[in-house]
């Protein structure tokens, strides 16, 4: 099969790339109005794209037409948190994907705790594995339709204590959940170590 992407629409490149580059790490981002309102949703494209400086990347549409809240909110406080759910919260993260109005708080919606943050305005999230707390960089507006590239520097990384080992994240204790297509997710407690063969 031959797929010629420039016949596709937006939505079906989005799931096919989704779908081929799987799994994808759920990430719940959270920021903070210029109205002081916290706001919080789950996205699969998040990934660090630098060590020295620790930078990452995410990727925002638009929705109706407009700039999503999430996007205004960076462009207002210049920086926003990258939180690390584990699996038993998953339900609580995507929650937050509900069209909710601009005055709702879907932290608390979701029945999630909102934090303060150590070294920016935007809010962390208590029940996180991890929180990155990222100062925003710069922005990049790709395509017709309008995607917004963020970048950020990571600032800060909180840890809950019973991850750290070694001086390090563990990752045989941390219970991400990966996106594979729509609605369909992955938990990754199937690991292994493995190294090339010398």
């Not at 099969?1 to 629409?9: F, G, H, S, Y």
């Not at 990452?56 to 207002?76: L, T």
């Not at 017709?144 to 001086?167: S, T």
Request: glycine residues 6%; hydrophobic residues 45%; charged residues 25%.
């Amino acid at each position: 099969m031959k797929v010629e992407m420039a016949d596709l629409t937006s939505h079906t490149v989005h799931e096919l790339l989704t779908r081929a580059i799987a799994p994808l790490p759920i990430a719940l981002i959270s920021t903070v109005g210029e109205d002081g309102v916290y706001n919080a949703a789950p996205f699969s494209l998040a990934v660090p794209v630098s060590y020295k400086p620790p930078v990452v990347m995410v990727s925002f549409g638009m929705r109706r037409g407009q700039k999503k809240d999430m996007v205004k909110n960076i462009e207002y406080a210049r920086d926003f948190v990258i939180n690390i759910m584990d699996d038993s919260l998953i339900q609580a993260t995507i929650q937050t994907s509900v069209d909710y109005p601009d005055n709702v708080d879907e932290i608390k919606e979701a029945g999630l705790t909102a934090v303060a943050s150590d070294k920016i305005k935007s809010p962390r999230i208590a029940e996180a594995q991890i929180s990155l707390e990222c100062r925003f960089m710069e922005a990049l507006v790709l395509g017709e339709e309008l995607r917004f590239i963020l970048f950020g520097e990571v600032l800060m990384a909180h840890v809950k204590d019973e991850l750290w080992a070694d001086g390090n994240v563990d990752p045989f204790k941390l219970k991400n959940v990966g996106r594979l297509a729509g609605g369909t997710y992955c938990r990754t407690g199937d690991k292994f170590q493995l190294k090339p063969k010398t």
